[in-house]
């Protein structure tokens, strides 16, 4: 478990703190996502997960380890792996594989396990063809897979991502979301900044930050319930979700606590009942006696 | 596209090698090039294209990897042309010109010098991938250390900085269509003009390196990265056919160094 406890953080720079009364925990295998509105501290948040930053003011303690104590600093990297917006600037070795050895090799560890560990991490994001590539004749989809699996092969329990599908297309987008919920399957605990909200889906758990401060906290749906507040914010809500939202305001009874297309097509089906003839004639579409 | 000998992966023995003895072979090479007679010039070429065969090195490839650098050749030839005294082959006085018959073999003797400084290490490189390259330096240097000289903090700072050539030639191009599209003229104007437009792709140029540097040294230190001791993927190992190489490189020094005593 990572506990955040009253954490307050200034750049030195500034007075203004970035970080404002933080309080919260993130448990073993939860996914969590953070949102919130340009500068307001997702990015400096997650760095003081791993202690790349240290606390100002309060604590932040890693399974047990606080992050200001050096001694912990090696174990508490191996425990919480980062993922950064840019892979071009994470990337450190001149071949895939190479790179993915990095944190291995800076654990000491012997080259037959570190051997192991790549490629484990490159089969299990699907790279394992790449292993000899140079990284800059790989697509940005392909880096950011690539950069996962440095992060993999430190055997880590979580894993921070800031903002792991931006400047993506969306086939490249989908792979990438596709590989966070395996992790999390794998019982990887995630911490997922985004922009995007229809990345949302699988998170158990939304954190909205405002200036520096967690201002909302809680499931999805809870928190997409409030869309007044996500306005004040100047955060929007998944499409699916104002869609649900509006059918109800025209006198449909939905239940609006619905993120994803998948959920809704459920919802929405169990109201306008079965459909009899699946296309068994067809000259006349199989929904009109139900409209 | 510039190659100055980039690694070609081949399958070939040469590649295979342990990459401590192809960099002190390649230092021997450049040694006993420097100090070559006449019939040691015929045996270092031979050698060398022996060995490139070996290699699987293409001529063409070669050629391409040396081009840039056959005007220095051509400059040292020159030079030496020009300013050898001894017996004179023709003189233009109307230009205080004189080429000498001493002066003709100067310069051939030091461009061919050149060229075959230029080849041992363009064999080197096209056969070792960087990163074994960095690591035999790294073994070799390791010595030093006892020196205060930290041999593994340099082995990774030349490793980022190869890492980031291609990036930064990226991030150079696009910089320059950016400059282009805002109406800068990069290829006309007076000195002073062109100057300035170098400043317009230099600075920006720095700006994200410094930026990516900070970047970068964040993600290292996110991914355990510390000062001191640290393993590898590949350990070098020196084998059979390491001692080998190894064997042929003392057999030919041995071969000049016989035929020194005999032709003196």
């Not at chain 1, 158990?204 to 306005?231: C, Y």
Request: aromatic share 6%; charged share 20%.
């Amino acid at each position: 478990m990572i506990k955040v406890h009253q954490l307050f953080y200034s750049y030195d720079d500034q007075n203004m703190p970035v970080l404002k009364n933080i309080h919260m925990e993130i448990h073993e295998g939860e996914h969590v996502a953070l949102i919130g509105p340009n500068g307001c501290g997702k990015t400096t948040l997650i760095k003081q997960l791993n202690a790349l930053f240290s606390p100002g003011g309060g604590t932040v303690v890693v399974d047990g380890m606080d992050t200001r104590d050096h001694k912990n600093l090696k174990e508490i990297r191996c425990r919480v792996g980062m993922v950064f917006q840019n892979p071009d600037n994470q990337i450190v070795g001149m071949t895939v594989e190479e790179d993915v050895a990095f944190g291995p090799a800076n654990l000491g560890l012997p080259p037959a396990e570190i051997r192991q560990r790549v490629d484990k991490s490159l089969v299990m994001v699907g790279m394992e063809a790449f292993a000899k590539r140079a990284p800059h004749t790989l697509s940005g989809g392909e880096k950011r897979l690539v950069s996962i699996a440095g992060v993999l092969a430190m055997a880590p329990r979580y894993i921070a991502f800031d903002e792991p599908t931006a400047y993506l297309d969306p086939s490249s987008r989908e792979r990438v979301l596709n590989m966070i919920h395996k992790l999390h399957r794998e019982g990887i605990a995630i911490i997922h900044i985004t922009h995007d909200m229809n990345d949302l889906a699988g998170a158990n758990r939304l954190l909205v930050m405002d200036q520096g401060s967690i201002v909302l906290d809680g499931t999805p749906q809870d928190i997409f319930s409030r869309i007044e507040a996500m306005k004040d914010l100047g955060l929007q809500v998944p499409q699916v979700t104002l869609l649900m939202r509006r059918l109800r305001e025209k006198g449909w009874d939905l239940n609006t606590n619905i993120l994803t297309i998948d959920e809704a097509c459920m919802e929405i089906s169990s109201r306008i009942g079965p459909v009899k003839e699946i296309l068994s004639d067809s000259d006349s579409p199989a929904v009109d006696e139900h409209g | 596209m510039v190659n100055l000998g980039q690694f070609i992966a081949s399958d070939s023995m040469i590649c295979r090698v342990d990459p401590r003895i192809k960099i002190v072979s390649m230092v021997a090479l450049s040694i006993l090039t420097f100090t070559a007679n006449w019939l040691e010039v015929y045996l270092i070429s031979l050698f060398l294209m022996i060995v490139m065969r070996m290699a699987h090195l293409k001529f063409r490839q070669m050629l391409s990897a040396i081009k840039p650098l056959v005007l220095f050749a051509a400059l040292f030839f020159l030079l030496h042309l020009f300013f050898t005294d001894g017996t004179r082959l023709l003189s233009v006085p109307l230009l205080h010109i004189q080429i000498t018959q001493e002066g003709l073999y100067r310069g051939a003797f030091v461009a061919w010098q050149f060229i075959a400084l230029v080849l041992s290490g363009a064999i080197l490189t096209m056969t070792t991938p960087p990163s074994e390259l960095i690591s035999g330096l790294e073994k070799l240097l390791y010595p030093l250390k006892y020196l205060g000289l930290p041999t593994q903090d340099i082995a990774v700072m030349v490793s980022m900085a190869l890492r980031f050539v291609p990036t930064l030639l990226e991030e150079f191009d696009r910089i320059r269509m950016a400059q282009l599209a805002r109406g800068a003229d990069l290829h006309t104007g007076k000195l002073t003009q062109r100057a300035k437009t170098t400043a317009l792709m230099a600075v920006p140029l720095m700006m994200s390196a410094f930026r990516r540097a900070d970047e970068l040294a964040e993600a290292m230190e996110a991914r355990g990265y510390h000062r001191g001791p640290r393993t590898a993927l590949r350990e070098l190992r020196i084998d059979g056919q390491d001692f080998a190489a190894l064997a042929w490189m003392l057999i030919f020094i041995a071969l000049l160094a016989i035929s020194r005593v005999y032709v003196n």
